[in-house]
């Protein structure tokens, strides 16, 4: 990639792509889910923290059975029966098994006492660790977003929405499970085995070897496991995008819906994508429905071992009754992280196919971006220029734009006409760098725009689509977006868009809700406010793209005075106009004619209508007069 200026500039030739869609046949747990762990690392305090805590509960989880052992022992000895049999036989009135040894409450105390610290210990470290995972799911979903706001327009022209979303909501919120759960999963896993086996290997190594042995068998299921279900997951997730995205459109354009009588398509689109996911879950359910059963027949190998083999052990005296109740109980704790074992590998293989999707679009690198030593733009715009400026979009293999070449300065107003697809609005994109051309330059007070940093540039300039878009929110906020400012500077810009009279007359004035994508309101309506947007920073280039297309002639012509006229303040911004209705640029110090991305004629409006070409003739339809069309 290259955003270096010249005649030859490497543009946008490619559309960005992320490899979240791609097939791996060889599925394999963690490829891409470790990437999560350096975002842990940055919060390494509480995690120890929850390492440790949870070392401490795993601990005092298996004393409360090296305790029982030590009892049974005790109450087998000889000692404590031929006690409680003396007590019973010289009691004056019923017999009674008498006080409680100081022995005997002692292992009541600590069990008890064991219990409170495993308590205190686990809430600790559940606090700690979702503590962790909440900010490094933060931390996450803002690499994402901010990768995907970097991204060029042309990468978002070739992807839905709702699929974006899936990926910054749900699956960011499964990484977080992975961290809060997961791993404190494979934590309470690997301590509880280490530690009873390091307990059990001490009591009796050949228990410990007959318990251990058929845990082995394990392995080869977790790698049949973890190969076949990870890409069902993956499919999942792909299936989840594409619902979500279907009911963003829908529910965006459920009027469309509604006048067309669509529910029934929309609803066969929904079910095709609802089936996918469906049919993968089954899928996924069946693999892992023959896995986990599988560990619970491992487990069984072993503790049938185990019990069959105690007696044999005890009988050579290697061990006593009360070491081997202690070998039995822990055994039995060690049945839950078994189990715990096949749905964690569950939940890693959702976690990978989670993790795929949200790196890939952490990894995104936009084509447009600011040249090594680009310097920001700090005086204001007083030219704009083209200079045999050609462009073609990734997408297509012929150019949208031919050698253009034209010019304005301050206070000039340059008019752009042309039919749909002649190249009108790329022009515009160009000087917002929202793309690059393929050759030729784009310059800004004389200098290449790629000298300049992008958001320095477009901080001068004002922009009004031809598809004014509102956020969800009051008038107030989307007249103010990203920026600080006062009522009177607001009500200044609605003035100067010529919206404040009809914001005046609502009920809630500036503070009244315009609803998502301001449905709300008129068409006229949003395109005003869009203008206000545009306008509330007093930009040294404003650029509007059909902004006046809903609006009706006397709203227009109202605003052009605005814009233009002695009430502007003498502001001398430079403004390009790009119109379908000739009357909005009428008025231009220069107009632009354009077919097929060439420029075919410009001049004043005198002039153009003079030369009886294109203009003329446009002219001449849209005021009725065809009869001077025909030449």
């Known amino acids: 990639m290259n955003s270096s200026g010249g005649a030859e500039v490497t543009g946008v030739t490619s559309i960005s792509k992320d490899n979240s869609d791609q097939t791996d046949d060889r599925q394999i747990v963690g490829r891409k889910i470790w990437r999560i762990f350096p975002y842990v690392k940055k919060y390494w305090k509480s995690a120890v923290g929850g390492i440790a805590a949870n070392a401490g509960a795993r601990a005092f989880d298996l004393i409360p059975f090296i305790a029982i052992g030590m009892a049974a022992d005790y109450y087998q000895s000889g000692t404590f029966t031929s006690e409680r049999v003396e007590r019973m036989m010289t009691s004056d009135i019923i017999p009674t098994l008498g006080p409680i040894d100081s022995e005997e409450l002692g292992f009541g105390l600590l069990i008890l006492s064991c219990f409170t ?25 803002m690499d994402a977003t901010q990768s995907l706001m970097s991204m060029e327009a042309s990468y978002f022209e ?5 699929n974006l979303m899936s990926v910054l909501s749900a699956d960011v919120a ?123 027949v491992v487990a069984g190998i072993s503790f049938g071992l185990l019990v069959s083999a105690g007696g ?32 964690l590998l569950n939940q890693l293989q959702k976690g990978e196919a989670a993790s795929k999707r949200v790196f890939a679009i952490i990894d995104l690198e936009p084509s447009i971006f600011d040249k090594e030593g680009a310097v920001p733009l700090e005086s204001p715009i007083t030219s704009i220029r083209f200079e045999n400026v050609s462009f073609a979009y990734p997408s297509s293999d012929s150019n949208v734009l ?51 940093q992008i958001e320095s540039v477009r901080a001068r300039i004002g922009f009004v689509s031809q598809d004014p878009f509102l956020f969800f929110g009051s008038i107030r906020d989307n007249v103010a977006y990203a920026r600080d400012c006062s009522d009177e500077e607001i009500d200044h810009a609605l003035e100067a868009a010529g919206a404040l009279e009809f914001v005046t007359q609502l009920s809630e004035g500036i ?61 001398k911004r430079i403004t390009i106009a790009v119109a379908h209705r000739l009357a909005t640029i009428r008025n231009a110090d220069e107009i632009v004619a354009m077919v097929d991305g060439a420029i075919v004629e410009r001049g004043t409006h005198e002039e153009l209508i003079a030369s009886k070409n294109v203009y003329a003739s446009q002219w001449s339809i849209q005021t009725g007069e065809l009869g001077s069309a025909e030449g």
Request: glycine share 8%.
């Open 312 to 343: 044999w052990i005890m009988a050579s005296e290697e061990i006593t009754v009360g070491q081997f109740v202690t070998f039995l109980l822990i055994s039995t704790r060690m049945t839950m992280p078994m189990f715990i074992l096949g749905m």
């Open 511 to 571: 503070d009244t809700m315009v609803g998502d994508r301001g449905v709300m309101l008129s068409g006229g309506q949003r395109a005003r406010i869009s203008l206000a947007r545009a306008l509330l920073n007093d930009p040294d280039l404003l650029i509007l793209d059909e902004a006046s297309a809903a609006l009706d002639a006397e709203t227009e012509k109202r605003i052009q005075e605005s814009l233009f006229g002695s009430s502007n303040g003498g502001k």
């Open 117 to 141: 610290f495993l308590a205190i210990f686990q809430g600790l470290s559940n606090q700690l660790w979702q503590a962790t995972a909440y900010r490094a799911q933060h931390d996450i979903r």
């Open 402 to 452: 031919n050698d253009i070449n034209f010019s304005a300065s301050s206070g000039e107003f340059l008019g752009v006409m042309g039919h749909t697809g002649a190249g009108k609005s790329t022009i515009l994109k160009l000087v917002e760098r929202f793309y690059e051309p393929q050759s030729g330059r784009v310059l800004i007070n004389g200098t290449d725009i790629n000298e300049f």
């Open 158 to 162: 070739t992807r839905q929405t709702g």
């Open 174 to 296: 499964q990484l977080e499970d992975i961290i809060s759960d997961a791993s404190t999963s494979i934590i309470r896993i690997a301590i509880t085995f280490s530690t009873a086996f390091a307990i059990m290997f001490w009591m009796s190594s050949k228990l410990a070897v007959i318990l251990f042995t058929p845990l082995i068998i394990i392995v080869p299921m977790v790698v049949w496991f973890s190969t076949r279900v990870q890409r069902k997951y993956r499919k999942q997730r792909e299936s989840t995008g594409g619902i979500v995205a279907i009911l963003e459109n829908v529910l965006s354009g459920i009027t469309v819906v509604q006048a067309y009588n669509a529910k029934e398509f929309e609803r066969s689109r929904i079910d095709i994508q609802s089936g996918n996911y469906r049919d993968m879950a089954i899928q996924a359910a069946f693999i892992r429905n023959r896995f986990i059963p599988g560990i619970y």
